[in-house]
């Protein structure tokens, strides 16, 4: 399985629950004082934890 991130890149899945279970564990991570980084770094993991998602209900 394959899925596009926020940049473009293609990124492959070999094991799905796995990528799932690391996605949502980072999209999680705060700081306290985030930077404009940081915050690019929260949609990132969220667009990554959807798309997974949405892998894993075509799978069903």
Same mark, same amino acid.
């Given at each position: 399985?394959?899925?596009i991130d926020l940049d473009g890149r293609v990124i492959e899945v070999e094991n799905? $629950?796995?990528a799932l279970l690391q996605a949502d564990d980072y999209r999680h991570?705060?700081?306290t004082t985030p930077t404009?980084? $940081?915050i690019y770094r929260y949609a990132y993991w969220?667009?990554?934890y959807q798309k997974l998602?949405?892998?894993k209900t075509e799978q069903l």
């Open positions: 399985m394959k899925l799905l $629950d796995l991570y705060r700081v404009e980084n $940081d969220e667009d990554v998602l949405k892998l």
